[in-house]
C-alpha cells in the first residue's frame, strides 16, 4: 500500500445571496413599500400569504373591467428613479414569479403581466410579458413575438431575464421554470436616447370584461445570474484527485508478499508448512538451496546411506582382525 500525501483543501461555501443583489420588491415587507409606487385602485391590491412561492407574502391583483388609470385599464405597481431606470449600457438579471388562477380569462387581445416600459410617452415597451389568448409571450414594441410557451393555470411560474440595455446592440436571455428557453437574442431594449423602468401587475385591454387575477412574486434585481436564481448556476466541478508523494511502499492488510527469489532461510527457519510470522509460510534450507541437501535417488536418502556406512565399517575392521592372527 503506498503512503499518499494528501492534501487539506479548505473550500469557502458561498451563501445563496449575493452583494450584488441590488434591489427586491419580494412583497415580504407585507406592503407596497418597497416599490416606487403604484397605478390603479388600491383596494385591488392585496397581501396575502397563501398562495405565496417564497418568504411569507405575495401579491395578489385584481382587475376589472373600467379600472382605468393613466388612461389605460391598469392596476400595476412599478419602480422608477435614478438608481434603478433602466439606461444605455446597463446589464442587469431580473428574477420574479407569477401565478395565474385556473379561472384566468382567456382572450385574443393582450394582456401584459410585466414590462419594461420606455421613458416616453406614446409606444408599446421594448420588452414585455403578456397573456394572449392560451399563451405566454415575451414581446417587442406590442407586435415582435420573442417567445411564446402555453399558459398553465393554478401553479407557479418562475421568471429569470437577462437584458442588456442597449439601442443598438442590446440582447435578451430567458429562464422559464428552471429551463433557459432564449440565449443571447439580439434586439433594442431601450429606444435611443431614452431609459426603461419595470412595471408590474396588470395592464391589459380595454375590451376585456371578465374579472382577472394574477398574484406575483419575489422580484429581485442583480447582476449576475447567482444573485437572482442561485439555484441555476451550474456547480463548479469536483477538485481533481491528489497526487501520489511517492512515499514508501507497504502491503496491504491481508496481502501476502512475494519471498525474495534468492533468499536463503536461516538454519533455525521453520519447516516447510509452519508459519513462523503469523500466518505467511516460509520454506526450509533445504528447499530453498537443493545444492545443500542429500543426493536423491530414493524415497528415504537418509536411512539408505547411513546403512551402507555400517557395513563398509564392519567390514574393515573384520580385515583388520584376519591380518592380525596371520
Known amino acids: 500500500m503506498r ?20 434591489w427586491r420588491g ?39 373591467q373600467g379600472d382605468v388609470t393613466n388612461s389605460g385599464t391598469r392596476n400595476e405597481v412599478y419602480l422608477s428613479n435614478s438608481q434603478f431606470n433602466e439606461v444605455e449600457g446597463n446589464d442587469h438579471w431580473y428574477a420574479w414569479s407569477s401565478l395565474f388562477p385556473s379561472d384566468y380569462p382567456s382572450d385574443n387581445s393582450w394582456q401584459v403581466f410585466t414590462q419594461w416600459h420606455q421613458s416616453g410617452l406614446t409606444g408599446s415597451p421594448p420588452v414585455e410579458f403578456d397573456v394572449i389568448g392560451e ?7 406590442g407586435d415582435q ?21 442597449s439601442s443598438s446592440n442590446g440582447y435578451l436571455e430567458l429562464y422559464y421554470d428552471g429551463t433557459k428557453v432564449l440565449n443571447h437574442l439580439a434586439v433594442q431594449t431601450v429606444p435611443s436616447g431614452q431609459y426603461t423602468y419595470l412595471k408590474q401587475g396588470l395592464y391589459r385591454n380595454a375590451s376585456i370584461s371578465d374579472v382577472a387575477v394574477v398574484y406575483h412574486d419575489g422580484m429581485v434585481i442583480g447582476t449576475t ?14 477538485p481533481p484527485a491528489p497526487v501520489p508523494d511517492g512515499g514508501a511502499d507497504f502491503p496491504d492488510a491481508g496481502t501476502t508478499p512475494t519471498p525474495d527469489a534468492g533468499a ?20 526450509s534450507a533445504a528447499v530453498a538451496n537443493p545444492s545443500s541437501a542429500w543426493p536423491s535417488g530414493g524415497c528415504s536418502h537418509t536411512g539408505g546411506s547411513l546403512s551402507f556406512l555400517g557395513v563398509a565399517a564392519l567390514a574393515f575392521a573384520f580385515r ?5 592372527r596371520t
Open 145 to 165: 413575438v420573442l417567445w411564446r410557451t402555453p399558459l398553465v393555470r393554478g401553479v407557479w411560474h418562475d421568471f429569470v431575464v437577462h437584458i442588456y440595455w
Open 135 to 141: 399563451e405566454i409571450q415575451v414581446a417587442h414594441n
Open 320 to 324: 583388520r582382525f584376519r591380518r592380525s
Open 3 to 22: 503512503l499518499l500525501a494528501i492534501p487539506v483543501t479548505i473550500l469557502a461555501l458561498s451563501g445563496a445571496a449575493s452583494a450584488n443583489v441590488l
Open 225 to 238: 445570474l447567482a444573485d437572482v436564481a442561485p439555484q441555476l448556476v451550474t456547480p463548479p466541478p469536483p
Open 26 to 64: 419580494d412583497y415580504d415587507t407585507g406592503d407596497l413599500s418597497q416599490w416606487s409606487g403604484f397605478q390603479g385602485i388600491a383596494s385591488r391590491f392585496t397581501m396575502v400569504q397563501s398562495p405565496v412561492r417564497q418568504g411569507a407574502y405575495a401579491l395578489r391583483l385584481e382587475l376589472h
Open 264 to 283: 536463503t532461510a536461516d538454519a533455525g527457519t521453520a519447516p516447510v508448512g509452519s508459519s513462523s510470522d503469523g500466518g505467511i509460510i516460509v520454506q
